[in-house]
């Protein structure tokens, strides 16, 4: 029962934190940039739209800092719990902002303390939800049970597609610009609920009793600095493809297929949802084959396949056929769930328990923040420049190689201090 009240809240903090998360990306694509820079040329907006996006990114690395210390000298409970609070807050308050039309500059700007409160949030939710469900498992399904807490990101972005077809097919655009897009961030307002739950009903974990047993680390974050710079820099590296090709298959692609293609919104956001919902079990799929044959064969083959499905994602999309695309967003995301299913047990296992909330996070958010961040932004304006999907499928070609030499040096410490749950 305990290990089943883990895996709930491990599992559904993270998709609805991640469904918090990716609620802002869509409607940035679809939304923001009319209703928070009504000024600006179409493109512009865009772009500005997308650059309030990147802030989230910006503000993860500082999440990661500050729910490491709090995870690593408190509790990973603790932290977890404080960072539910704060995604839940933070993401309902959005649902309720004020337009430019309304308060002027006043609404973006407060657009984007708040996407910095979420940054910050999903930054320091990760480490906990992942550790939470790998020091609670048994040594040889590290890979499989720390895949629950990731299964937050499909789940997340298939109720976060959900929510926005259902509000834009049901209402009418003028409904929806008018009130109809605050919907999805009010939702999320189950958050807080389940922060609730985790605080009274979740233990500690046995590997964070025995770090306070034996003493917390004076200062996690300058430590793990301090004796792993290697393996938190070469780990940022091996996520920038994750983020680079998760955001551009699920957020870019929205944009380019409505304005550059003129596809219906509909047709862009089922093509995300199916690929979300093929990637929930592709993600257990490919982390227990991580708990067989080790995280580095897995990863790579991930890292080295979704750089080379990115040409042929474009000419699929360019096609305008609406199965086509169903078919390259879906592929994308499976070959994605090849890294990110076995990632947390792999950056977990990098960092002595003392220090895992801190290194692990810090590892996994700049590098999400590298590669996720400014994609979107990056992307669009090669397209602006060049009128070629090329360009923007060789940046994406660039980071899976970055990843790859990254993953290949990366030399994974034993995780001695990962205590399996006691039978």
């Given at each position: 029962?305990k290990?089943?009240?883990?895996?709930?809240?491990?599992s559904s903090g993270?998709?609805?934190?991640?469904?918090?998360?990716?609620?802002?990306?869509t409607?940035?694509?679809?939304?923001f940039?009319?209703l928070?820079?009504?000024?600006a040329?179409p493109l512009?907006?865009?772009l500005l739209?997308?650059?309030t996006?990147?802030?989230?990114?910006a503000?993860?690395?500082l999440?990661g800092?500050?729910?490491?210390?709090?995870?690593?000298?408190v509790?990973?409970?603790?932290?977890?719990?404080?960072a539910?609070?704060?995604?839940g807050g933070?993401t309902?308050?959005?649902?309720?902002?004020?337009?430019y039309e309304s308060?002027?500059?006043?609404a973006?700007?407060?657009?984007?303390v708040l996407?910095l409160?979420?940054?910050?949030?999903?930054?320091?939710?990760?480490?906990g939800?992942?550790?939470?469900?790998?020091?609670?498992?048994?040594?040889?399904?590290?890979?499989?049970?720390?895949?629950?807490?990731?299964?937050?990101?499909?789940?997340?972005?298939?109720l976060?597609?959900?929510?926005?077809?259902g509000t834009s097919?049901?209402?009418?655009?003028?409904?929806?610009?008018?009130w109809?897009?605050?919907?999805?961030?009010?939702f999320?307002?189950a958050?807080i609920?389940?922060?609730?739950?985790?605080?009274f009903?979740?233990?500690?974990?046995v590997a964070?009793?025995?770090?306070?047993?034996?003493?917390t680390?004076?200062?996690p974050?300058l430590?793990?600095?301090?004796?792993?710079?290697g393996?938190i820099a070469?780990?940022?590296?091996a996520v920038i493809?994750?983020?680079?090709?998760?955001y551009?298959?699920a957020?870019?692609?929205l944009?380019?297929?409505?304005?550059?293609?003129?596809?219906?919104?509909?047709?862009?956001l089922?093509?995300v949802m199916?690929?979300?919902v093929?990637?929930?079990?592709?993600?257990l799929v490919f982390?227990?084959?991580?708990d067989?044959?080790?995280?580095?064969?897995?990863?790579?083959?991930g890292?080295v396949?979704?750089?080379?499905?990115?040409?042929?994602?474009?000419?699929l999309v360019?096609t305008?056929?609406?199965?086509?695309?169903?078919?390259?967003?879906?592929?994308a995301?499976?070959l994605?769930?090849?890294?990110?299913?076995?990632?947390?047990?792999?950056?977990?296992e990098?960092?002595t328990?003392r220090?895992?909330?801190?290194g692990?996070s810090?590892?996994?958010?700049?590098?999400?923040?590298?590669?996720?961040?400014?994609?979107p932004?990056i992307?669009?304006?090669?397209y602006?420049q060049?009128?070629?999907?090329?360009?923007?499928?060789?940046?994406?070609?660039v980071?899976?190689?970055?990843?790859?030499?990254?993953?290949?040096?990366?030399?994974?410490?034993?995780a001695r201090?990962?205590?399996p749950?006691?039978?």
């Amino acid at each position: 029962m305990k290990l089943a009240k883990i895996i709930a809240v491990s599992s559904s903090g993270s998709a609805i934190e991640w469904y918090d998360f990716f609620i802002y990306g869509t409607a940035a694509a679809l939304i923001f940039n009319k209703l928070f820079f009504p000024t600006a040329d179409p493109l512009a907006g865009t772009l500005l739209a997308f650059s309030t996006f990147a802030v989230g990114f910006a503000a993860r690395p500082l999440g990661g800092v500050l729910f490491g210390h709090l995870g690593d000298k408190v509790g990973r409970k603790a932290a977890l719990v404080t960072a539910l609070f704060l995604m839940g807050g933070s993401t309902t308050v959005i649902g309720l902002l004020p337009t430019y039309e309304s308060i002027g500059v006043s609404a973006p700007i407060a657009l984007v303390v708040l996407r910095l409160a979420q940054g910050v949030a999903v930054g320091g939710q990760w480490g906990g939800a992942v550790l939470i469900a790998t020091e609670n498992a048994p040594p040889h399904r590290r890979g499989l049970y720390g895949s629950f807490a990731q299964l937050g990101v499909p789940v997340g972005l298939v109720l976060s597609t959900l929510v926005f077809l259902g509000t834009s097919s049901w209402l009418t655009e003028a409904q929806f610009a008018a009130w109809g897009w605050r919907l999805p961030f009010l939702f999320s307002i189950a958050l807080i609920l389940v922060a609730l739950y985790a605080q009274f009903r979740l233990e500690e974990t046995v590997a964070m009793r025995e770090v306070k047993k034996e003493g917390t680390a004076s200062s996690p974050v300058l430590e793990v600095l301090r004796k792993h710079p290697g393996n938190i820099a070469l780990a940022a590296g091996a996520v920038i493809v994750v983020g680079a090709g998760f955001y551009l298959f699920a957020t870019y692609l929205l944009s380019y297929g409505t304005t550059v293609l003129g596809m219906p919104r509909s047709t862009m956001l089922n093509a995300v949802m199916w690929g979300a919902v093929a990637q929930v079990p592709a993600l257990l799929v490919f982390a227990h084959l991580s708990d067989r044959i080790g995280r580095r064969p897995v990863y790579l083959f991930g890292a080295v396949t979704t750089g080379l499905w990115v040409f042929p994602a474009f000419l699929l999309v360019n096609t305008r056929s609406p199965g086509l695309v169903v078919i390259a967003v879906v592929v994308a995301l499976v070959l994605f769930a090849a890294m990110y299913g076995p990632q947390a047990a792999f950056f977990s296992e990098l960092f002595t328990a003392r220090l895992r909330y801190s290194g692990a996070s810090l590892g996994y958010q700049v590098g999400v923040m590298l590669g996720g961040a400014f994609t979107p932004i990056i992307a669009t304006w090669l397209y602006s420049q060049y009128r070629s999907f090329v360009p923007v499928a060789l940046f994406l070609l660039v980071t899976a190689l970055v990843s790859c030499a990254c993953v290949v040096k990366l030399t994974a410490e034993k995780a001695r201090e990962l205590v399996p749950q006691p039978a």
